[in-house]
């Protein structure tokens, strides 16, 4: 089993930037693929980024060429970087991270194991 801990949020204006930690524990963070997914207030939690065991990254339309998902595990740490926000990127970020391997990459019910979450929020 691995524990997530997400941190970095904040406000920040519309253009600028951020970037998320995710700390994993318990598990070598190697064996699984991770994702970044996030929540706006009254909406269903969304798949963002996704980065596989092998490194290769997938992202969501909305975040594409803004965002940038990245593993370190020799420090078990999933980063997403997020540049030129917007917002209607607002909500909360969560980390999460699954052992399966053939399973979608983007529904939140394909992953095991969830951060409690950090706010962003993006002001126009």
């Known amino acids: 089993q691995v524990q997530l801990v997400e941190s970095g949020g904040g406000l920040v204006q519309a253009g600028g930037s951020l970037r998320l930690s995710c700390a994993a524990s318990g598990r070598a963070l190697s064996s699984y693929r991770m994702g970044w997914f996030r929540q706006a207030p009254g909406k269903e939690r969304e798949f963002a980024a996704v980065i596989r065991r092998n490194g290769d990254t997938n992202y969501a339309d909305s975040v594409k060429g803004r965002f940038t998902i990245s593993r370190n595990n020799a420090n078990n740490m999933v980063y997403l970087q997020m540049n030129s926000l917007k917002p209607e990127d607002t909500g909360v970020y969560y980390c999460?991270?699954?052992?399966?391997?053939?399973?979608?990459?983007?529904?939140?019910?394909?992953?095991?194991?969830w951060g409690q979450g950090t706010q962003v929020t993006v002001s126009s």
């Open positions: 999460a991270a699954t052992a399966a391997i053939l399973t979608a990459l983007g529904p939140p019910q394909n992953y095991d194991y």
